[in-house]
């Protein structure tokens, strides 16, 4: 009955007045920061070439050239490339013998990775998310789909509660504030648990601002304000795309794609 007063009230003053037309367009800038967060690491965790670090025969050899030092210490796969997960396993012998018999015994990587010296810093290469570790990509993943389930459960009732502007608000600073975090933390498990707070700031900002465009448009023209914000986080993935572009090292890939919001938070 609410809601039909409330209809009847808009359709009398104007279902599409200057007032919903500037509430659409508030609401269609926390579209992009959403669409930032919603597939970034994608462009964080980019295909770069690895291979075990084998500097242990470095003690034996240090005037080795670096493609000597491959050859005696990784294996090779069926298509003559270094194997990027195994190594020959060290030995206590010296340079000459490994030489002239060589090593046959292998082993997963116990000493970490190296990786191209000119490659821009990305989640991949700062936290080995490579070979065992592979699976940490995929597993932050489904930690930041928790993040939004916890996110639809919380900040949904609650914004039924105390209201939508303040629930709003709420979700664009915890974005803010741990989207900015993400690019400081030491520990690919920070990572992951900052991931999962901007993942329900996510589904606090997308549940909201469609209800709240939903209630205060009059019904003819509720189709249009329901559809131009995934129009807007359309053009979000296109600015994601760009800035991935141009800004390769990580770290400051996610200050560019988060502190924005900031602008918006002490805007409303």
Known sequence: LVMSGVGEILKAVGDFGPFQKWLVLLTLFPCLSVAFHQFCQLFMVPHVPHHCNTSWIRAIGPNLTEEEQLNLTLPRDAAGAYEQCSMYSPVAWDLSSIVAYGLNATEKCSSGWVYPSAQPPSLLTEFDLVCDRKDLNDISQSIYMVG???????????????????????????????????????????YMAF?????????GITMTILALATEWVGVSSRPKAVLISPCCFAIGQMILAGLSYGIRNWRLLQVAGSAPIFAFFFYI
């Open 148 to 190: 939004l389930f916890l996110g639809s459960m919380i900040f949904g009732p609650l914004s039924d509660r105390i209201g939508r502007r303040p629930v709003i608000l709420i979700s664009v600073l915890l974005q803010g504030l741990f989207g900015v975090g993400i690019a400081f933390v030491p520990h690919f498990y920070v």
């Open 195 to 203: 991931r999962c707070v901007v993942g329900a700031s996510v589904s």
